[in-house]
């Protein structure tokens, strides 16, 4: 199975302008996903998805591998496809590359999932017992069948205990890394919003809507996201 991993690279991100280009011990941020994409056990293939030359020239500079792709998408995943049009895989990985700390023990497990014939996608879940993420509609909660595929995604606190009901529920927060067949990864760009992504401003529902099964694997693994001047720091810091 051939599996590559693409980094989508927007340079005007709203809340930290030009952050893929921001520096962590004299290299870009984007840099670290890269190279942790690059030693992982199956991924044939290594890409950045830009969109500014900016971006493009920090790459070469890296020796990062890049690919320019149009400035109007609008999600990380339109720009990936739009990338794996030309490319000869089985597998892609959208890795996101302003989280400097993903590597092998979330990637590989992705790949993996893709021996199973009925995974169309594949993501990344955590057990939480934390309050403050339970019910924080910005920390995305999944629900999971018996074999480990979504049944649905929501920003409220899923599933519901109902107060006559003495059992403790187990929550997964959903951890947004994806990995898609090639195939699937082009269809679903083409699919219209549903009603329920409309209403959570999730996008994975409109894969499920239509019938795509996603996969999951759970993680211990602790990722950051790099959106701010402080989580910026605190990567540095663990890196």
């Known amino acids: 199975m051939n599996t590559c991993a693409l980094i989508p690279a927007r340079y005007k991100s709203v809340r930290l302008p030009g952050k893929m280009l921001r520096e962590i011990k004299g290299r870009p941020l984007i840099s670290y996903a890269y190279e942790n994409a ?13 969109d500014d030359e900016r971006i493009a020239d920090a790459c070469r500079k890296h020796s990062i591998a890049y690919v320019m792709t149009s400035p109007d998408h609008t ?31 979330i990637l590989s497990p992705l790949i993996d999932c893709f021996s199973d014939t009925a995974t169309d996608i594949a993501t990344v879940v955590k057990r939480t017992a934390e309050a403050h993420e339970i019910h924080n509609e910005n920390v995305v909660k999944a629900v999971i069948d018996a074999k480990g595929f979504a049944m649905y995604f929501s920003r409220a606190a899923i599933p519901h205990r109902r107060k006559d009901v003495t059992r403790t529920p187990v929550f997964f927060k959903h951890i947004g890394v994806y990995a898609y067949r090639r195939s699937a990864l082009l269809d679903i760009v083409k699919l219209p ?3 329920y992504e409309s209403i959570e401003m999730l996008e994975q529902l409109r894969w499920l809507y239509a019938g795509y099964r996603i996969k999951t694997i759970e993680t211990a693994e602790t990722l950051i996201g790099v959106d701010t001047e402080e989580e910026l720091a605190l990567a540095a810091a663990l890196l």
């Not at 995943?77 to 590597?103: C, F």
């Open 38 to 50: 690059r030693r992982t056990r199956g991924i044939s293939q290594c890409f950045v998805c830009c």
């Open 75 to 105: 999600s990380g995943t339109s720009r990936i496809a739009e990338a794996a049009e030309k490319l000869d895989a089985d597998v892609i990985i959208n890795v996101q590359g302003d989280e400097p700390l993903i590597g092998e023990k």
């Open 193 to 195: 919003p549903c009603e």
